[in-house]
């Protein structure tokens, strides 16, 4: 049981800038601010899992992701906390009100904590929000829950929902090891798991990826309900051989850094697509998503040192204060030129940071 874990998270404190009470996400203007809802449970063998859903090819951001449930916050008297609820009900159906599924479906939703801002690439910070699914009543069946929990998909933001164990994204355990060595826990679900290091305007990053079968008999089954009333995946492929999930991934992907030394110009292809081998439908967790995930599993897990910078509020707080970028709503000429820039040649962070403030930065996410 990883009952026993849910005591990591909530003796957790987040570090924001500069260890200030406040998050970076405050200050920025309204449009730079994400929040996504981590929604954890316990699966069937008493393991933590957490809801993620595939974003719709049609979206104009990162099309056919898989994500957590979230998006921008509509004003500045959000909270991230009523950003993450309300966008989670408008992906999937579970209610922004406790007292409505308490009523109704017997569980609350219980808001644990909170995690440091990431950098996502459209330059906009995201504020990951934790919440555990909390049944009142322990006597609840599933089968009453899967009789009562009517949830849906919006196929304008969403196209699928499912789950995986928390614990497959522990990996890798120790960030000085060489890529490919597992300093990790073995997997319960995850068929491939990979990491790589790379660098980001001459700041270091890490590309995770975790992939899971489609089709997952150990899914839980009010989620095994939802998916039949997802929208259908369309795997038409276009004249280059592309699905439609891998086409998208060219279209808003910037490509593997110059001189970079493994081959990652297919690394973290999307959502529905099939293993070459075996033909089996499998999900693709990457980027963004992936690291969050991988940062929560090592507090879940391992109880991390609280002085380990997690997430970008740092790099985010310089960026806004000593850069002077993400500050409107508009992306900016220099930040245009990160986005697409391939190496710290052509354009990094150093460019438009103070030389001792981005030595600062590097040596801060040094992996």
């Known amino acids: 049981m990883d009952s026993k874990y849910l005591d990591n998270i909530k003796q957790y404190k987040?570090?924001?800038?500069l260890n200030s009470s406040l998050s970076i996400w405050h200050k920025l203007?309204?449009?730079?601010r994400l929040s996504v809802f981590i929604l954890l449970f316990f699966g069937s063998l008493g393991e933590l899992r957490v809801v993620l859903t595939k974003r719709?090819?049609?979206l104009r951001n990162f099309p056919g992701h898989i994500s957590l449930p979230g998006g921008k916050a509509d004003n500045g008297l959000e909270s991230e906390w009523q950003v993450a609820r309300r966008e989670m009900f408008e992906e999937i159906g579970i209610s922004e009100s406790n007292q409505y599924l308490k009523e109704n479906y017997g569980f609350v939703i219980d808001h644990i904590t909170t995690l440091p801002c990431y950098l996502s690439r459209t330059f906009s910070a995201v504020k990951p929000c934790i919440g555990f699914m909390n049944f009142d009543n322990p006597e609840i069946s599933e089968v009453e829950?899967?009789?009562?929990?009517?949830?849906s998909v919006n196929p304008g933001e969403s196209s699928s929902v499912f789950s995986c164990p928390l614990k497959d994204f522990l990996y890798p355990l120790k960030e000085g090891l060489e890529d490919g060595v597992d300093a990790a826990p073995s997997a319960l679900e995850a068929l491939l798991r990979s990491s790589h290091r790379v660098k980001w305007g001459g700041i270091p990053w890490m590309l995770r990826s975790y992939v899971f079968l489609q089709h997952n008999e150990n899914e839980t089954g009010w989620l095994k309900e939802m998916a039949s009333l997802s929208t259908s995946e369309e795997e038409s492929v276009d004249e280059s051989g592309d699905t439609e999930d891998e086409a998208a991934k060219k279209r808003q992907s910037p490509p593997p850094p110059k001189r970079q030394k493994k081959d990652l110009s297919n690394w973290g292809r999307l959502g529905s697509r099939r293993l070459s081998d075996t033909n089996e439908k499998v999900y693709d967790v990457w980027g963004l998503t992936a690291n969050i995930l991988h940062d929560l599993a090592t507090i879940v897990y391992s109880n991390p040192d609280s002085n380990k910078a997690l997430g970008e509020e740092e790099l985010i707080h310089s960026i806004w204060d000593k850069g002077g970028q993400m500050k409107e709503k508009s992306r900016s000429d220099?930040?245009?030129?990160?986005i697409e820039s391939n190496s710290v040649k052509d354009f990094g962070f150093g460019d438009i940071l103070p030389r001792t403030e981005f030595n600062r930065l590097k040596n801060l996410y040094k992996i």
């Open 56 to 58: 719709s090819t049609k």
């Open 14 to 17: 987040p570090v924001n800038y």
């Open 29 to 32: 203007p309204v449009a730079r």
């Open 145 to 151: 829950l899967i009789h009562n929990l009517k949830l």
């Open 334 to 338: 220099l930040e245009i030129a990160l």
